[in-house]
């Protein structure tokens, strides 16, 4: 008897330990602290000439090449949160400045000696990934010709339209990309903020692109999701020939002396990267080409538009390009990205391509805090080329290479009491890095409303950015000697 009594005990231990366990288990799920599958296997069919693609639902705790090429993909394929928008109570949102860069596009690039992807870049509503509005957008976009357009403008499609895409152009993942951003931006900033009166008109809304059919689709993409079935009269798209954004001041010598310094960082990393040039190497010697000139036709495009497609890496009749391949290339970018913030060479470009830009941002908010209603949303539709410099300028160098349809966003908000105690937010991809910029860095985020002041804001586009260059204004520095 005492011995069925001890081992009924020890049973009845045994099952609490387990439950014990279990719950214990769970509960360092939840909270990361130990790591969860982080990959989900996309089914590989051979048939279909697809790839397998990993799909991250937890993020590595190291760079790791392949989560950040899906990272940059951006598949609109999850609900997404934002931060836009968020404010203590009783502060009023003055206005909002987004630039963006344009959406997922075929290749710039091709691969020689291999076949192009075969992606369709008309707009078919119920083709994934889809948007509950494309069909409303695609119909509207019909009536463009009652819009206001720069010159320059007027030609470019406002849709994508080819069955097989041209090099550059914008695809359907693009539009959809823009079309969830704009909805977003339209329940934070339209329904909750009223940021737009009811009557709004052309004044209050401020449009820029680059000719770029890219950028001017993404643009008007994100306009209707943000302002559904906006009244085309109002809309005037105002045509930006620099990729910068530079408009009338780019005139600086230094700045395209700092870039080709940059440049030539660059090439010397790539030559110091054995690995690389041995990836390099294969990879020629399976589409049958020199290997300088694969290296010059910028495989790494191509190859992001298989990967983002789910589509096989080309092959021929000496082999295959792997995801290995692709991997390894990215890899070389994270270690490129890692230098290039030790030498301060992109740094010195950033700060002096992007300060005609952030000029004119500040420029816009003083208005509008004067009590100006010019303006009151300011959409810039760009580049990659146009993003980057700017997370670099403002001392984002942490911040992932702008991703397709990547969104930096300027708020100007008036505090409760006072109506000149003036703050900015800045948010990324809809997180707020408003206190990892290098002007408020040093302003605790815990004291007053949790904003940044627009005075230290004013204060680094103004003067303290061209501290690193001795000089207190952008002239100087644009044209100093170089020692």
Request: proline content about 6%; hydrophobic content about 35%.
């Amino acid at each position: 008897m005492h011995k069925i009594m001890v081992a009924r005990n020890r049973f009845i231990l045994l099952l609490v330990v387990g439950a014990l366990l279990a719950v214990l288990s769970l509960s360092l799920q939840f909270l990361h602290l130990i790591p969860t599958t982080p990959l989900k296997e996309v089914q590989q069919h051979a048939k279909s000439r697809r790839i397998t693609v990993p799909i991250p639902y937890t993020e590595p705790p190291v760079l790791d090449p392949i989560y950040e090429a899906y990272a940059y993909c951006n598949i609109p394929n999850r609900t997404e949160h934002s931060w836009e928008g968020h404010s203590p109570p009783d502060y009023k949102l003055l206005s909002v400045q987004v630039m963006i860069r344009h959406g997922d596009r075929y290749p710039l690039y091709s691969i020689p000696k291999t076949k192009r992807p075969a992606i369709d870049c008309t707009l078919v509503p119920n083709r994934k990934p889809s948007h509950p509005r494309l069909a409303a957008f695609i119909s509207h976009m019909s009536k463009a010709e009652r819009g206001q357009w720069d010159s320059a403008m007027s030609a470019i499609p406002r849709l994508p339209s080819h069955t097989v895409c041209e090099m550059g152009e914008l695809t359907q993942t693009g539009i959809v990309q823009h079309l969830h951003n704009g909805q977003l931006l339209h329940d934070t900033y339209i329904k909750k903020h009223k940021l737009l009166p009811n009557n709004w008109g052309s004044k209050h809304l401020y449009i820029e692109s680059t000719r770029k059919s890219r950028t001017l689709q993404s643009g008007l993409a994100l306009l209707y999701g943000l302002l559904p079935e906006f009244d085309w009269q109002k809309v005037n798209v105002r045509h930006q020939w620099s990729t910068i954004f530079c408009s009338g001041s780019c005139d600086c010598p230094m700045r395209n002396h700092y870039l080709e310094e940059e440049q030539r960082r660059q090439y010397n990393l790539r030559v110091k990267n054995t690995l690389l040039e041995q990836t390099y190497m294969e990879m020629a010697k399976i589409v049958g080409v020199p290997t300088r000139q694969l290296r010059a036709a910028n495989p790494i495009d191509s190859l992001l538009c298989h990967f983002c497609h789910n589509i096989t890496f080309p092959c021929t009749q000496n082999g295959c390009i792997s995801l290995k391949h692709f991997s390894v290339i990215k890899a070389q970018q994270l270690e490129d990205k890692k230098d290039r913030h030790e030498k301060k060479l992109y740094y010195k470009y950033s700060l002096l391509a992007t300060h005609p830009f952030l000029n004119q941002t500040i420029a816009r908010m003083q208005r509008i805090a004067q009590g100006r209603k010019d303006e009151l949303f300011a959409l810039f539709s760009a580049h990659d080329v146009t993003v980057a410099p700017l997370l670099s300028a403002l001392g984002l160098s942490e911040a992932r290479f702008p991703r397709f349809a990547a969104r930096i966003t300027f708020e100007l908000w008036k505090g409760a009491k006072d109506k000149n105690d003036l703050y900015v937010r800045i948010l990324y991809n809809g997180e707020d890095v408003t206190f990892f910029t290098s002007f408020c860095q040093t302003h605790s985020r815990h004291s007053g409303p949790g904003l940044c002041p627009f005075k230290k804001f004013l204060n680094f586009v103004r003067r303290d950015m061209f501290a690193i260059f001795n000089s207190t204004n952008y002239f100087d520095a644009c044209h100093r000697r170089i020692l």
